[in-house]
């Protein structure tokens, strides 16, 4: 007898910050098995991302960072230009941060999500060529201190 396959639904979250409601994360929780969290740079804040990582572990939902580019105002949509140690450097911060939080509230971060900020738009090395975004999909978030 062959078991069931698991299907993981997921949802990207936690991107109100200060005054403005994004989404209806309480809501959409109970729902899914795995939630990417915004980091704060392209949506979020600290407060979102204590309260969305607070609700996800209590309802047993898997928690992964959602780290954007650093263009608030332009939700991460906008090109920018970044050296490769540039968008390293964003994503390390942004996933320690959720990483902290996380561990601060008894639980832990599963593998980063980059969005379609990072994967449709422009960001470049240093050298002028398309940066590979799965250079940072493949950052282990047990390496991140």
């Known amino acids: 007898m062959s078991s069931m396959p698991r299907i993981d639904l997921n949802c990207d979250m936690g991107e109100s910050f200060g005054a403005y409601e994004m989404g209806h994360d309480e809501a959409v929780l109970d729902h899914v098995s795995s ?35 650093p263009d608030l105002q332009g939700f991460g949509r906008r090109n920018m230009t970044l050296s490769r140690a540039e968008a390293y450097d964003c994503v390390i911060y ?47 978030v047990e390496e991140v201190p």
Do not use: Y
């Not at 939630?35 to 969305?52: K, L, Q, S, Y």
């Open 94 to 140: 942004q996933v320690g941060a959720l990483s902290g939080f996380a561990q601060a509230l008894g639980g832990k971060l599963t593998t980063p999500a980059l969005g379609s900020d990072w994967e449709w738009h422009t960001f470049r090395t240093d050298g002028g060529a398309p940066a590979d975004p799965n250079d940072f999909i493949r950052l282990k």
């Open 35 to 69: 939630a990417n969290i915004a980091c704060g740079f392209h949506a979020g804040d600290p407060r979102t991302m204590h309260r969305t990582v607070k609700m996800a572990l209590d309802r047993g939902v898997a928690i992964g960072a959602h780290p954007g580019l």
